[in-house]
């Protein structure tokens, strides 16, 4: 596989009928990523031992898009969580997904979001209207009562958005032949090259401490390079490393994060993490030249954001009796699935080692080595925007 390429596709959200009743601080980036922070800090709370992946721009994203549908309690519940002012924030998600997707950032990122409808089931314009402007949102419509032939064109867009690196997201059973009205879905594809990239001659396979207490042989990626990093602590005094890796466009950025003291679980670091967290890292990076070891990686995660989001605050779209979605549709409508698939691969490529670079390979003196050989944190952050496009642990590469 050719160049380092992440991809993530999700929220699969499906909203059934149903009858009943129906300032000058962080960024709209930083706040939609701070609650899938607290999304993906919920389901490693639950899964300590596995790799996990999510996006959190992508749980933002497709919360922006219900958004303009809700009404009452359930929209006040979304915008509390967002932290978005109440007069709606659009001009604002328009603006990020103008910048995230810009081609000035080199590294190519690809946004896509969709509306599938039932046939014949009545949506407000403005709704409609209100996330083409502010998501270039596609709206189709399909028959649910053929839940395999409506599932299958869901995955073939999926498959597509994704360059085919997420084949499918939903099932079948997912979809209520009876009930289904709405399928709202979003997808992120990002293909990044280094800055300064990993000769393929230098991987050699080492040991990983796994967070299972096994110690795994994994093709370990190395170069000396220059690269920005800090030492951080976390409230508790947990010192733990922060390394940054970036992509060849400098406006997005990986970075790991690791424990210091090899007995530290990174469970015990990640509840420290937040867009301010991050944002404090770039005050106390400096540039250091050090050998850097660091294993090729390919992970990928299935979440249901239901439980997540509802300890999160953000309930009642989830219920029958509660969901108010008046601005979405006449019918009463609530959200029955909510999930996300994002899959990250790593590998060496990036683009050609700069002249610079080349000098520092030269020089005689012996850096210091960063061996990434235990579970770890890593964020890829679009750095303009403060915007988190993906956060995960790897507990085993």
């Known amino acids: 596989m050719k160049h380092l390429s992440l991809f993530c596709l999700y929220a699969l959200v499906t909203l059934y009928g149903h009858t009943g009743v129906l300032s000058q601080g962080p960024s709209y980036g930083e706040r939609g990523s701070d609650l899938g922070i607290q999304v993906f800090q919920q389901v490693v709370r639950s899964r300590p031992l596995e790799n996990v992946v999510l996006s959190p721009h992508g749980v933002a994203s497709i919360l922006g898009m219900l958004l303009p549908g809700a009404h009452g309690v359930t929209r006040k519940q979304v915008l509390n ?47 409609v209207a209100t996330n083409k402007a502010n998501f270039q949102c596609e709206s189709r419509s399909l028959d649910f009562s053929n839940p395999q032939g409506a599932a299958d064109e869901i995955n073939e867009w999926v498959n597509n958005k994704t360059k085919g690196h997420i084949p499918s997201l939903i099932k079948a059973d997912m979809l209520d032949s009876a009930l289904t009205r709405l399928v709202a879905v979003n997808s992120i594809y990002f293909k990044g090259l280094w800055k300064s990239r990993f000769q393929p001659e230098n991987t050699k396979m080492r040991p990983f401490n796994g967070g299972d207490g096994n110690v795994y042989k994994v093709p370990m990626m190395s170069q000396l390079s220059v690269f920005n990093i800090s030492m951080a602590t976390t409230p508790q005094g947990l010192k733990y490393k922060v390394i940054e890796l970036p992509y060849h466009g400098n406006t997005i950025s990986m970075l790991i994060v690791l424990p210091s003291d090899e007995d530290t679980p990174l469970s015990r670091v990640i ?22 070891l660091i294993p090729k990686f390919t992970a990928d995660a299935e979440v249901d954001l239901e439980a997540p989001l509802s300890a999160l605050g953000i309930t009642d779209m989830f219920s029958q009796n509660k969901a108010d979605f008046r601005h979405l549709s006449a019918e009463p409508v609530h959200v029955s699935k909510a999930l996300q698939k994002a899959k990250v691969v790593v590998n060496e490529d990036g683009t050609k080692a700069a002249a610079a670079t080349t000098a520092i390979l030269l020089a005689r003196s012996s850096p210091p080595w960063v061996t990434v050989d235990r579970p770890f944190l890593f964020l890829i952050r679009h750095n303009p925007t403060g915007t988190i496009l993906f956060i995960g642990q790897i507990n085993q590469p």
């Open 81 to 127: 969580a967002l932290r978005y002012k109440k007069k709606g924030p659009y001009n604002m998600l328009k603006r990020l997904h103008k910048t995230l997707t810009a081609k000035s950032n080199q590294d190519l990122v690809l946004i896509a979001n969709a509306m599938f409808s039932q046939e014949g089931f009545p949506m407000e314009e403005a709704f």
């Open 271 to 292: 509840p420290h993490i937040s867009t301010a967290t991050v944002q404090s890292w770039t005050k106390l990076m400096h540039m250091r030249k050090v050998r850097l």
